[in-house]
């Protein structure tokens, strides 16, 4: 009986130097795919601080311009103006 059951259970050990070697396996490519990852995010990362550089600053030209119109729109002229079709019904009468 002991020996059946060395033959049923014996088999399902495995030693710790196919464990290792087994993992090893399974781990090398996933880690060599994480650092791939790890250097796709550090260029990404870069790129949309560049992109947020260049749109802050354009946001700030492009609202410093807004701003510069709003103000001469608003500012009252030195002349007021009249419509043209104004002067066109004085000299008629």
Do not use: H
């Not at 259970?9 to 490519?29: H, S």
């Amino acid at each position: 009986m002991l020996a059946a059951a060395a033959v049923v259970f014996g088999p399902a050990c495995a030693t710790k130097k196919y464990v290792r070697t087994t993992i090893d396996e399974r781990v090398a490519p996933l880690e060599g795919r994480t650092e791939e990852l790890e250097q796709s995010v550090a260029r990404n990362t870069s790129a949309i601080r560049d992109l947020d550089t260049r749109l802050s600053a354009r946001i700030d030209t492009v609202s410093a311009r807004a701003e510069e119109a709003n103000t001469r729109a608003q500012a009252p002229s030195a002349r007021p103006r009249r419509p043209n079709w104004v002067s066109s019904v004085r000299t008629r009468g």
